[in-house]
C-alpha cells in the first residue's frame, strides 16, 4: 500500500503524530484588562516601582459597597474643594507581588491634623523599602503602626511591565472616574439614588 492510499482512508483522531504540537508552534500573550487598587495581602512579597512615574500623588474616593466590599474611585483635582470631607489624599504606588500580579496601592497621605499618623507613615516607609527589596507587611494595633518583613532570600527583580502609568491608571479606574459632582457614587452618597 502507497502512502497516498494510506492518506484516502479514514483518519485517526488520537494519531500521537497527527496531535504533536510543537512548543514553537504556540504563540501567546497576555493581555492586561484589569489592574487592581488595594493594599498588599498581610502575607504577600511585593515591590514598588522605583521609578518616580509609576507613582501618582491623587485623590480618591473609597465607596463602601457592602459590610466588606469597597470600590476606589480616582478623583479629578478640580472637585478637590467640593469633596473634601469624603475624599482621601494618597499617593498611588506601582507594585508587583511574587505572583507577577500588577496592582496600584493607596497609600494614604498624613492629614495635618495628624490623624493616623503612624499607619500612614510606616506604610509610606515600607514602600520605600519595597523600591529595593521584596517586602511583606501587616498591621500592628498594638504599636499603632504597620510592620515589615524583608524577604530572607534572593527572590530576583520583578519584570515591570511597559506600559505607562497612564495607562495602568485607566485600566485601574476604568468607569470609576469622578470627573463630575454628578458622578453615580455621589448621587448615592447625596441620597440621591
Same mark, same amino acid.
Not at 70 to 84: F, G, I, K, N
Not at 103 to 111: A, E, H, S
Given at each position: !500500500?502507497?502512502?497516498?492510499?494510506?492518506?484516502?482512508?479514514?483518519?485517526?483522531?488520537?494519531?500521537? $503524530?497527527?496531535?504533536?504540537?510543537? =512548543?514553537?508552534?504556540? $504563540?501567546?500573550? $497576555?493581555?492586561? +484588562?484589569?489592574?487592581?487598587?488595594? %493594599?498588599?495581602?498581610?502575607?504577600?512579597?511585593? &515591590?514598588?516601582?522605583? /521609578?518616580?512615574?509609576?507613582?501618582?500623588? /491623587?485623590?480618591?474616593?473609597?465607596?463602601?459597597?457592602?459590610?466588606?466590599?469597597?470600590?476606589?474611585? @480616582?478623583?479629578?483635582?478640580?472637585?478637590?474643594?467640593?469633596? /473634601?470631607?469624603?475624599?482621601?489624599?494618597?499617593?498611588?504606588?506601582?507594585?508587583?507581588? &511574587? &505572583?507577577?500580579? +500588577?496592582? +496600584?496601592?493607596?497609600?494614604? @497621605?498624613?492629614? =495635618?491634623?495628624?490623624?493616623?499618623?503612624?499607619?500612614?507613615?510606616?506604610?509610606?516607609?515600607?514602600?520605600? @523599602?519595597? %523600591?529595593?527589596?521584596?517586602?511583606? !507587611?501587616?498591621?500592628?494595633?498594638?504599636?499603632? /503602626?504597620?510592620?515589615?518583613?524583608?524577604?530572607?532570600?534572593? +527572590?530576583?527583580?520583578?519584570?515591570?511591565?511597559?506600559?505607562?502609568?497612564?495607562?495602568?491608571? %485607566?485600566? =485601574?479606574? %476604568?468607569?470609576?472616574?469622578?470627573?463630575?459632582?454628578?458622578?453615580?457614587?455621589?448621587?448615592?452618597?447625596?441620597?440621591?439614588?
Amino acid at each position: !500500500m502507497t502512502d497516498d492510499a494510506r492518506q484516502e482512508g479514514p483518519v485517526d483522531p488520537f494519531d500521537p $503524530a497527527a496531535l504533536r504540537v510543537s =512548543a514553537d508552534d504556540v $504563540a501567546v500573550s $497576555a493581555v492586561r +484588562l484589569t489592574v487592581p487598587v488595594r %493594599k498588599p495581602g498581610r502575607q504577600e512579597f511585593f &515591590r514598588v516601582n522605583p /521609578a518616580d512615574e509609576y507613582t501618582l500623588d /491623587a485623590l480618591i474616593y473609597v465607596r463602601e459597597v457592602d459590610g466588606l466590599d469597597r470600590d476606589t474611585y @480616582l478623583v479629578a483635582p478640580s472637585l478637590r474643594d467640593e469633596l /473634601a470631607d469624603v475624599c482621601r489624599h494618597v499617593r498611588l504606588f506601582t507594585c508587583i507581588s &511574587r &505572583r507577577d500580579v +500588577l496592582f +496600584l496601592w493607596p497609600v494614604r @497621605l498624613p492629614d =495635618a491634623d495628624g490623624a493616623g499618623r503612624l499607619w500612614h507613615t510606616s506604610a509610606l516607609e515600607i514602600a520605600d @523599602l519595597a %523600591k529595593k527589596s521584596w517586602v511583606r !507587611m501587616r498591621g500592628d494595633r498594638d504599636l499603632g /503602626a504597620y510592620v515589615p518583613f524583608l524577604a530572607q532570600g534572593d +527572590l530576583g527583580e520583578p519584570a515591570w511591565p511597559d506600559e505607562p502609568l497612564r495607562d495602568l491608571l %485607566k485600566l =485601574a479606574f %476604568k468607569e470609576r472616574f469622578i470627573d463630575s459632582l454628578h458622578h453615580d457614587a455621589l448621587r448615592e452618597l447625596r441620597g440621591e439614588r
